[in-house]
C-alpha cells in the first residue's frame, strides 16, 4: 500500500532555532499535503493545505511566516518551523493525497520539543 | 462548517466486550466519514470508512461502523475487544474523498484484563 514517510520522528531544538520537518510520499504522487498538529492529549487540528508548485492555505489562527510550508515536488512537502518556542512543542503530522478522490495517506508524525 | 463530536473522551472495558465508540457530525451534505485509530506517539491508521451505499461497513481489525443520516451518527463497534486495541480513537469528517478531515476530539479506549 501506499506509504508517507516523515522524518525526523522526533525532534529536540532550542529556542529561537528553527526546525524542518520532511514528508515523502514513497510510491505515489502527492499532488496534495495537509499538515496537522496534535497538542497533548488533544485532537489533531489542521494547519495548512499544500498543492504542488503552488503557496499553502493556512487554516485561520496558524501563523505562515511561523510555520513554512513548501511543497515543491509531488513526492516532498516540507514544513519549516521558524524560532521556535516551547508553546510550538507538540506532534506534528502530515497526510498525502494524489488528488480528490483518493486516499488520505499519514505519516507517523514529529514529536518536537523545544527548550 | 464542518464539525464532530466524540462525547466519551475515555472508555474503559473488559477484554471480551463488546464496545461501542459514539461520533456525531455535522455536515449539511452528505458526508465522508472515517475512523482512525492511533497508538501513543505513532501515526494514524484507517480503520475504516464510509462514503455512501450500505451504511454498515466492516473495517480492519474486526471493526465495523454504522452510519445513520437521522442521528448524523458513526458509531464505531466491536464485538469482543482484546487488550491491543487499548489506543485512541479518532472519528472524521470531510467533505470529499482525499480531502482535508475535521476530526473529532478522540476517545481513550482502556481495556482491562
Known amino acids: 500500500g501506499a506509504v508517507v514517510s516523515q522524518h525526523p520522528s522526533w525532534v529536540i531544538c532550542k529556542s529561537g532555532t528553527s526546525v524542518k520537518i520532511e514528508c515523502r510520499s514513497l510510491?505515489?504522487?502527492?499532488?496534495?499535503m495537509f499538515w496537522y498538529r496534535q497538542f497533548p492529549k488533544q485532537s489533531l487540528m489542521l494547519m495548512a493545505t499544500s498543492n504542488e508548485g503552488s503557496k499553502a492555505t493556512y487554516e485561520q489562527g496558524v501563523e505562515k511566516d511561523k510555520f513554512l510550508i513548501n511543497h515543491a515536488s509531488l513526492t516532498l512537502s516540507t514544513l519549516t518551523v521558524t524560532s521556535a518556542h516551547p508553546e510550538d512543542s507538540s506532534f506534528y503530522i502530515c497526510s498525502a493525497s494524489s488528488g480528490a478522490g483518493s486516499p488520505l495517506h499519514f505519516g507517523n508524525g514529529t514529536r518536537l520539543t523545544v527548550t | 462548517a464542518q464539525s464532530v463530536t466524540q462525547p466519551d473522551i475515555h472508555i474503559t472495558v473488559s477484554e471480551g466486550a463488546s464496545l461501542e465508540l459514539r461520533c456525531n457530525y455535522s455536515y449539511g451534505a452528505t458526508p465522508y466519514l472515517f475512523w482512525y485509530v492511533q497508538s501513543p506517539g505513532q501515526g494514524l491508521q484507517l480503520l475504516l470508512k464510509?462514503?455512501?451505499?450500505?451504511?454498515l461497513v466492516q473495517g480492519i481489525k474486526g471493526f465495523e461502523a454504522e452510519f445513520k443520516r437521522s442521528q448524523s451518527s458513526f458509531n464505531l463497534r466491536k464485538p469482543s475487544v482484546h487488550w491491543s486495541d487499548a489506543a485512541e480513537y479518532f472519528c472524521?469528517?470531510?467533505?470529499?474523498?482525499?480531502?482535508?478531515?475535521?476530526f473529532g476530539a478522540g476517545t481513550i479506549l482502556r481495556v482491562k484484563s
Open positions: 472524521a469528517v470531510a467533505q470529499e474523498y482525499g480531502n482535508k478531515l475535521v
Open positions: 464510509y462514503f455512501s451505499g450500505d451504511t
Open positions: 510510491d505515489f504522487q502527492a499532488t496534495t
